[in-house]
């Protein structure tokens, strides 16, 4: 089975600061990384996924990720947060190559103050 | 394309009664996964229908039962209801073969 640690519950950060959500997963197979956004009474959002090749991956709102096989990391940056960047954010990880589930992490609340 | 629709958007139930809650993939997904979200947690997988059958299951009791139609669409039921099952319920739809997962907008159940 596959499972995923987010680091930090909450992360507190002034506007136009750089920012970083750290996750950490455990498999003993190929596995999918996605990092999800969840805006307060909203579903889920793709931000990126990392699947082959690059292991830097760039996603939308100027979020990047970098695929980390040695340290099982798959940690999120921002290099400048907006304030409507303030949302839950959900690191997740699946089987490669199947359609199987996705293992969400607990999440980690950005909050982004002027 | 409408994505992923969830309904309703909000319900109240009673301790003890049965909820079914409705799902419809984004056109050209055939397969269709449930997730609770309490709150404050992140996404619990239920199960994944593909194919009209329960392809997985997560850790949750046989209360939480599903189906899917020939559509691809699917209904999760949870009968007895709990205090607990109390949540935001999400489905995601993606293709079986693999890829993206789109979630729906999520239905919250309050159970009193």
């Known amino acids: 089975a596959q499972s995923v640690t987010q680091l930090d519950s909450q992360v507190p950060v002034f506007e136009e600061a750089p920012v970083e959500l750290r996750c950490n997963y455990s498999?003993?197979?190929?596995?999918?990384l996605f990092w999800y956004v969840q805006y307060p009474n909203q579903g889920l959002q793709l931000l990126l996924k990392y699947l082959s090749g690059s292991t830097l991956v760039k996603g939308i709102n100027g979020f990047e990720a970098e695929f980390n096989k040695s340290q099982t990391s798959f940690h999120l940056r921002k290099p400048s947060v907006h304030i409507s960047d303030t949302a839950e954010y959900f690191c997740a990880v699946r089987r490669a190559n199947s359609g199987y589930a996705l293992n969400f992490g607990k999440g980690t609340s950005l909050l982004v103050t002027p | 394309d409408a994505g992923v629709t969830q309904s309703p958007t909000h319900l109240i139930k009673t301790r003890g009664q049965q909820v079914t809650l409705r799902c419809s993939p984004k056109s050209g997904h055939d397969t269709v996964s449930w997730y609770q979200q309490a709150l404050g947690q992140g996404p619990q997988f239920i199960f994944q229908?593909?194919?009209?059958?329960?392809?997985q299951r997560g850790n949750f009791p046989d209360r939480f039962s599903g189906h899917q139609f020939p559509n691809y669409s699917s209904e999760l039921n949870v009968n007895a209801l709990l205090l607990g099952d109390s949540a935001l319920y999400l489905c995601?739809?993606?293709?079986?073969?693999?890829?993206?997962?789109?979630f729906g907008q999520g239905t919250r159940l309050t159970v009193v």
């Open positions: 995601a739809s993606s293709l079986w073969t693999g890829g993206e997962a789109f």
């Open positions: 498999s003993s197979v190929s596995v999918y």
């Open positions: 229908y593909y194919e009209e059958e329960e392809r």
